[in-house]
């Protein structure tokens, strides 16, 4: 909706066209944000859609206005000490409620109008911003795919329309240099015209210092292949200490999780049953601790680290091959037996799936859910159906045990087969540096390229053994180098195994020199190799501090509930003669209660620890089962 015109642009614009055309000079900065943003809408259409959401907005917050004013105002709104002459006081005390409820529904719908406006304006902001960080971190990897292909001696307007070409592999950097391409081609500019555009709309300061210095470069005609090869570095250093600034502001974010959603609702929780033990407390407020605070604060809050977090790029598009395509003498049979060949691969593709279900739920995690989570809701629907709804808190603490167990039934399998996907593909990714440097230094050797990857199909024991015998069937069977290993990528479908093969296939496309090009290809994947385990070594202690701090919270609570209120209860109750007294304390409700404070705890502080150590809600899934299973048992298999 707000990418493309749609029916409310067409009607924002109908309606209000004539003033935006006439203010249009006040959104000036807003043009070359959407430019920035790559949002293709002019700016007309754009603002007209801004004023159809605003409006929405308004009709949504006046609804909300008068909700409030019906259900909490005209009942009975409390008096306020407000000085009213006599005269007119018989009026107020009549028409008062009235009043409160028609500036509650205007407030509101101001509030919401401005809200609405206000997002649309500053999404471009949100956009460019996302772009940037996109850009700075393929950035290394993109200027290592120009140094390839420019050491055959490729020109580099050749290999921007080569680089232009891979936007699902180099995402936005392929597009900013799509735009120079287009500039280039269609608008008839000369290359550094098109550069000196680009610098000027680029969201990404490291892209604008690469521009600068390639066009110093063809200005003075220096090497443009010693250019690229020196930025690589050059890029590869600055994103590892980008991402050491990173790793320290995760210290704080971390910090800052344990004070204000571990530290702070145990605070509320203690005080609050002391209070309740002093007859003085509001349960209220503990189930707006344990019920609201903790989920809704730790969901923020790991998505404002998710936000803030370097995007990992989903999973690898399926590179084309280079057939050569034959002519057919008749056109007609060759289409039969090509659609009949097209039926026999679905029905295989299908076969393979019923024999091992689970490989396609390891490669799809998604997929267990179609099982996993029909089961878990037939188990808390049993729970439910054992004991007749009521709306009191005895009902849920007897239904709970059902709601957990059906909670981990459904997460579990997705989190298993999430996590064997990771590790095949950490283990792959590993293994592929290693494969290609033997590759290399065997060619370099003097060993011909199929015989060294026979060799190593042979002699190798790692996982990729049986990838790597694929490789060297393709190549027996006549296929090019280039599209066997085309064909091992699109096999295991992995983002940065893709990306390097990307790398070989054009590389391999200007120049004969393979070793080069696999020295290349190799060193580029161990960067990235090097680059991801430094990142992990570094998160994996952010984890480990979220546990601890789950610990301890769960720790407290436990000693509260079991030891605690039973203690205090005995050792506080006015024997004779005694003046003192407690109010009603009901010691197994707060059992339960404090249960699900760990268990919610648990389930929400998981997901914290799975954004901050993996960068995803998905790696944080297996740390929620952890710490749910943990608490649940704790607080009811373990007795004192």
């Not at 493309?4 to 009607?11: F, I, Q, R, V």
């Not at 911003?129 to 140094?147: G, V």
């Not at 009902?395 to 709970?400: H, K």
């Amino acid at each position: 909706m707000l990418r493309k015109a749609n029916l409310l642009t067409y009607l924002g614009y109908k309606l209000f066209g004539k003033g935006i055309k006439k203010n249009l000079h006040k959104y000036y900065w807003l043009e070359n944000s959407l430019y920035k943003a790559m949002i293709p809408m002019p700016l007309e259409m754009y603002i007209a859609t801004a004023k159809m959401i605003s409006f929405i907005f308004a009709v949504i917050g006046a609804v909300i206005g008068f909700i409030f004013a019906y259900f909490y105002i005209l009942p009975g709104f409390p008096e306020f000490p407000i000085a009213i002459p006599p005269q007119i006081y018989s009026y107020w005390i009549e028409y008062r409620t009235l009043v409160f409820s028609v500036i509650t529904v205007i407030l509101m719908t101001v509030i919401f109008h401005y809200i609405g406006y206000f997002l649309f304006l500053i999404y471009p902001s949100t956009v460019i911003s996302d772009r940037k960080n996109k850009i700075d971190k393929i950035l290394p990897h993109a200027i290592t795919f120009m140094y390839s292909l420019s050491l055959g001696g490729m020109n580099i307007i050749k290999i921007f329309k080569s680089l232009a070409s891979y936007q699902d592999i180099y995402g936005e950097f392929s597009k900013e240099i799509s735009r120079i391409v287009r500039d280039i081609e269609l608008f008839g500019k000369d290359l550094r015209t098109a550069l000196s555009d680009a610098i000027e709309f680029s969201p990404s300061d490291n892209f604008k210092e690469f521009l600068h210095g390639l066009i110093t470069v063809l200005d003075t005609g220096g090497d443009i292949t010693r250019y690229l090869e020196e930025r690589s570095e050059f890029y590869f250093e600055k994103a590892r200490q980008a991402q050491k600034g990173f790793i320290e502001f995760l210290g704080l974010m971390a910090e800052t999780y344990i004070t204000a959603f571990v530290a702070g609702p145990l605070f509320l929780i203690i005080i609050q049953t002391v209070m309740s033990m002093m007859g003085q407390g509001n349960d209220l407020i503990l189930y707006l601790v344990i019920y609201m605070i903790i989920p809704v604060a730790s969901i923020m809050f790991a998505i404002l680290i998710k936000l803030l977090t370097p995007s990992e790029e989903k999973e690898a598009p399926e590179i084309k091959e280079s057939f050569v395509k034959r002519p057919v003498k008749n056109a007609e049979k060759y289409e039969k037996d090509l659609k009949r060949l097209e039926r026999k691969i679905k029905l295989w593709k299908i076969k393979n799936i019923l024999k091992n279900p689970f490989k396609v739920m390891i490669r799809k995690p998604v997929y267990s859910l179609v099982i996993s989570v029909p089961i878990g809701l037939l188990i808390i629907l049993y729970g439910i159906f054992l004991l007749p709804f009521t709306p009191t808190m005895n009902w849920f603490f007897f239904v709970d045990d059902y709601i957990f167990l059906g909670i981990i039934t459904m997460l579990a399998p997705y989190a298993l087969f999430y996590e064997t996907k990771m590790r095949m593909i950490k283990r792959y990714l590993s293994l592929l540096p290693v494969f290609l440097n033997r590759l290399a230094a065997a060619n370099e050797s003097g060993i011909p390229l199929y015989r060294a990857i026979a060799m190593i199909a042979k002699t190798d024991t790692s996982p990729l053994k049986k990838e790597i015998q694929k490789i060297k069937a393709d190549l027996e069977w006549g296929m090019s180098l280039s599209d066997a290993f085309v064909r091992f990528a699109n096999r295991l479908r992995v983002f940065e195994l893709s990306r390097t093969i990307t790398l070989i296939k054009e590389s391999l496309r200007s120049t004969g020199d393979v070793t080069k090009v696999l020295m290349i290809s190799a060193r580029d994947a161990t960067n990235a190799e090097l680059f991801r385990r430094e990142r992990y070594s570094s998160m994996v202690m952010y984890t480990i501090i979220i546990y601890i701090a789950f610990f301890v919270f769960i720790g407290i609570v436990y000693i509260i509930s079991t030891t605690f209120l039973s203690a205090m209860t005995e050792a506080l109750t006015p024997g004779i003669g005694s003046s003192f007294s407690l109010g009603a304390i009901d010691v197994e409700f707060y059992k339960n209660l404090f249960m699900h404070a760990a268990v919610f705890q648990g389930i929400f502080a998981g997901l914290v620890a799975g954004v901050m150590g993996g960068g995803s809600f998905s790696s944080g899934v297996k740390h929620s089962i952890i710490m749910l299973a943990f608490a649940y048992v704790l607080f009811n298999m373990i007795q004192v």
